[in-house]
T-cell receptor
């Protein structure tokens, strides 16, 4: 079946602009996660959605970052007033079991 | 919270040799330990995982071992091939905290033909 998809694949934006990144999880997966990977670095947890429960936002680096998940499926990560340090690859993952997470291809965000 | 340390950061081996990557974790409540392979410019791919109720798991040329007492786990790749060249990430999660994964810093494995 189809894997996790993300759009856009690349996004270049000017400092101070808002951006929206989209994630389509694997159909039927109840859990959805956002991670951030800076150039040559590891993966940093941002936010986690599980079913209809309140999201775990403990990894969001500032209040400029927010995310929502509509209808228990598609998720949008929004970064307001982007800064150059926001430049990274934003990865989405989904899971149907209690553990295994499958990643999307990521959105490469460049803030100029 | 959980902290995962991964070593080495880079590893170069000759084709056909074995490679071992080690990770330690801090939270004794962690009970699931996946390994991901990430090729340049691509998404992380789950290659093997282990739960805390077993000490070893093997899948063809890759194996993972877990020592819960010492809080460390390792990835073993035997008969390495050039296509094994990639960055490998270990991760850990305590199930009670949901599924968020805490990742190690990654190991760049280079297999020389």
């Amino acid at each position: 079946g189809a894997g996790v998809s993300q759009s856009p694949s690349n996004k270049v934006t000017e400092k101070g602009k808002d951006v929206e990144l989209r994630c389509d999880p694997i159909s039927g997966h109840t859990a959805l996660y956002w991670y951030r990977q800076s150039l040559g670095q590891g993966l940093e947890f941002l936010i986690y959605f599980q079913g209809n429960s309140a999201p775990d936002k403990s990894g969001l680096p500032s209040d400029r970052f927010s995310a929502e998940r509509t209808g228990g499926s598609v998720s949008t990560l929004t970064i307001q007033r982007t800064q150059q340090e926001d430049s990274a690859v934003y990865l989405c993952a989904s899971s149907s079991q209690y553990y295994e997470q499958y990643f999307g291809p990521g959105t490469r965000l460049t803030v100029t | 919270g959980e902290n995962v340390e991964q070593h080495p950061s880079t590893l170069s081996v000759q084709e056909g040799d074995s490679a071992v990557i080690k990770c330690t974790y801090s939270d004794s409540a962690s009970n699931y330990f996946p390994w991901y392979k990430q090729e340049l410019g691509k998404r992380p791919q789950l290659i093997i995982d282990i739960r805390s109720n077993v000490g070893e798991k093997k899948d063809q040329r890759i194996a993972v071992t877990l020592n819960k007492t010492a809080k460390h786990f390792s990835l073993h790749i035997t008969e390495t091939q050039p296509e094994d060249s990639a960055v490998y990430f270990c991760a850990a999660t305590p199930g009670w905290a949901g599924n968020m994964l805490t990742f190690g810093g990654g190991t760049r494995l280079m297999v020389k033909p």
